[in-house]
């Protein structure tokens, strides 16, 4: 067999490999960062119900996302000669930044409009977990879990009275914190190639 012939073979697996492909691979450092950005803000806001004396939102908010925004390019940076994506990867990361890109627009032009801080907060959630659980029905059945989990701490949020943030806090801890460091330390739970 010639060498064109060979790399035709090649690349012909690589996209049917890509396309069977089901476990769904995010970035570890990704969802740790998350879920420890998202979960101190609302713990932040749950500490000033309380009475605590905390830094004002606006030292806060903006450092964490833009660490959220900086790991998620050094993710993508750092995984774009990984080898091959699988479609699932792909819709799965795709419904991730389409959660944020979507709720950051409505946190700059309706937070404090049209949205209040409560609200927003519950928004913020509610996107990340359509994503999380997205996900998790693709081809992980441990961020499925974890999004389970969060959607419960969200629902519970409004129900709790003054430990709403709280609630949420613990959301994100579960939903993201958690399987980022269980997937940091290798465990698999994803789907088998369905070929």
């Known amino acids: 067999m010639e060498s064109t012939d ?3 073979h090649l690349r012909l697996v690589d996209r049917i490999v890509a396309t069977t492909d089901r ?4 970035p570890p450092a990704l969802l740790i960062v998350i879920g420890i950005a998202a979960g101190l803000i609302d ?8 009475g605590m004396s905390v830094p004002d939102d606006r030292y806060v908010h903006l450092p964490l996302i833009g660490l959220i925004i900086v790991v998620g390019f050094l993710s993508a940076w750092r995984g774009r000669n990984a080898g091959r ?21 409505l946190n700059l032009t309706a937070q404090d409009r ?11 959630s509610t996107s990340f977990i359509l994503a999380l659980m997205f996900a998790g029905i693709m081809g992980s059945r441990l961020l499925l879990v974890c999004g389970v989990a969060m959607l419960a ?19 994100w801890v579960l939903g993201f914190l958690l399987p980022g460091v269980v997937l940091a330390f290798g465990a698999r739970h994803g789907r088998s190639a369905a070929v």
């Open 6 to 8: 060979a790399r035709d």
């Open 23 to 26: 476990e769904v691979r995010f």
């Open 43 to 50: 713990a932040l806001k749950q500490a000033r119900l309380l």
């Open 85 to 105: 994506e699988s479609l699932m990867q792909g819709y799965a990361g795709g419904a991730l930044f389409i959660a944020f890109i979507v709720t950051m627009t």
């Open 114 to 124: 049209v949205i209040t801080d409560s609200g927003m907060a519950l928004l913020w």
């Open 153 to 171: 701490c969200t629902a519970a949020a409004s129900l709790v009275g003054g430990w709403m943030y709280g609630m949420l806090a613990l959301g």
